[in-house]
């Protein structure tokens, strides 16, 4: 069993107020309860959803104020007097929802994301934009020896929020799953975990990355701006619809354009949030073609370790940019821009 030699404070990025400064401060390290483990973060993955809660989008379910932050990777560096199954030394990957309770019918059937008692990390407790964090020992996923740390970090919230969305989606090897949002972070992921999982995939989204969404693996791409009638299109490339949708962009329009194309006996899987969230959904045609409307969000931990084994097998492709803490501020700028192509990993080493 190795040591760490562990300092008294750690450099964290925090910000006092929604849209206030972001700061870089020295501040302490927390202990490990007895069925915790600290965990020393390498890499941290930035997500959309950190820009938005530090613009104060989430402030209902924000304390403030805030390390954001929910896809760490790194090394197990102490342990609780009860933890059993970890050893100081152990790879360990901390992502969004923990806490859960493990008791209720959603954590016994494996939904965890949905039960009443969880701690969405970066949000309502303090992220992974920290050297040092704790985490429940139940809560942290295994990383594999196969796998680069770096590339483990963006798995934990982007990778399993996409691939979790395709297994709702319920389309079987061969058959044809849209994505909307295709050259998106999420949509990146999606195209590929799809690809794995046997589907066929259409991508949508604007004509710029067209090439973007074929070289990973995309075999139809639609311009989702210029195509003149989308539903129509859609419907004869496919012949007759997809099986499946699965809406990564943030729009109201793609998703009632979904409920329009979508093959008889079909599902639409909806990720993506858009601000304004109501749509107009035709009942009729949903009845008679006996559609299915979904939500997704996220993942368990047994989709984690899925969603893992496919990077690590390097079937899934993670491609990145490494930045230093500091940077997070001008990578914000850049994502409010849409000036974010690879996912962007904080490498604490820097
Ligand atoms: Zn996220
Ligand atoms: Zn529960």
Redesign the pocket.
Known sequence: MSSFTIPSTQRALIFDKFNGPLEVRQLPISEPEDDELLVKIEYS?I????LHAWHGDFDYACICPLIGG??GAGSVVKMGAKVKDWNVGDRAGVK?INANCLNCEYCKTGHEPQCDRIQNY?FDRHGTFQEYITIRDVDAIKISSDMHLAKAAPVL??GV?AYKALKEANVKAGQIVVITGAGGGLGSFGIQYANAMGMRVVAIDHSSKENHCKSLGAEWFVDGFETSDIADHIRKITNGGPHGVVSFAASKKPMEQALEYVRKRGTVVLVGLPKDSKILVDTTPLIFNAITIKGSI?GSRLDTDEAMEFVARGIVKVPLEFVKLEDIPSVYERMKDGKVNSRVVVDFSL
């Open positions: 993955g997500c959309h959803s950190d929910h896809e969004l970066g919230c982007g929020t996220i």
